[in-house]
């Protein structure tokens, strides 16, 4: 099955800084990416939707010039926290889909803790 | 706007016990129904449904899809501990490949 990787899988930062997070399709070409964030106890929320080259869409409410979102490549999109604060703290998930495939497929994920 | 409902929202059950999923969606462009199960980390994919009535099977798994009545369900027949997870579901439009997914139902399974 197609396999996708994020990087890094944890990560504990202070306040103020800009955290980047990595998401690539290993095996196959990703023509969309999606990022999710999931709160303790709660459903995945879909951030952005990102399609290579192209600026990505943005859910209401989601601050895009805080959540900064490149996908420069058919294997890969990153996330850029910037500002981080601890209500950022959070679980950030990726999924990646190609039209063949028909299904998205997640990464392991990233937990950011903002100090 | 496009939503997606599960219910019941958690659920506590012991060894042996089957168990039914809900999950009903109102979404524009509706192409297809996803079943995913999230223990600790990422979802992992169980089925996805894209005709109306016809069921899928995994083992002790099986769901199926009612496009006229807007839902899901997924069964979960002889439950064990190892089945204890969220179980979420997702409705996939067409166009923007958008997923939009449900609340979410917690299942809690007692030896």
């Known amino acids: 099955g197609a396999v996708v990787s994020q990087h890094p899988s944890r990560v504990i930062c202070k306040s103020g800084t800009s955290v980047k997070i990595e998401c690539r399709s290993l095996?196959?070409?990703?023509?969309?990416m999606f990022w999710y964030r999931q709160f303790p106890k709660q459903s995945l929320m879909l951030m952005a939707t990102?399609?290579?080259?192209?600026?990505?869409?943005?859910e209401q409410g989601v601050e895009k010039d805080k959540f900064l979102i490149n996908h420069a490549s058919l294997t890969l999109s990153t996330l850029t926290v910037t500002s981080a604060h601890p209500e950022d703290s959070s679980f950030y998930i990726c999924?990646?889909?190609?039209?063949?495939?028909?299904?998205?497929?997640f990464g392991p994920g990233t937990r950011l803790t903002v100090l | 706007e496009d939503k997606v409902v599960q219910s019941p929202l958690s659920l506590v059950v012991h060894e042996g016990d089957t168990v039914t999923l809900n999950c009903s969606y109102e979404?524009?462009?509706?192409?297809?129904l996803l079943w995913y199960k999230q223990e600790k980390k990422a979802p992992t994919f169980l089925f996805m449904l894209?005709?109306?009535?016809i069921e899928k099977k995994s083992g002790r798994l099986s769901s199926i899809l009612d496009k006229k009545e807007l839902f899901s369900i997924l069964n979960i027949t002889a439950t064990q501990t190892g089945d204890s997870a969220i179980y979420l579901c997702?409705?996939?439009?067409?166009?923007?490949?958008?997923?939009?997914f449900g609340t979410g139902t917690r299942l809690k399974v007692l030896a």
């Open positions: 894209t005709s109306s009535g």
């Open positions: 095996d196959f070409q990703a023509t969309t």
């Open positions: 999924s990646a889909t190609s039209g063949a495939y028909n299904e998205q497929f």
């Open positions: 979404v524009t462009n509706f192409r297809s």
């Open positions: 990102s399609n290579e080259g192209s600026k990505a869409t943005y």
């Open positions: 997702a409705a996939h439009t067409s166009g923007t490949y958008k997923y939009i």
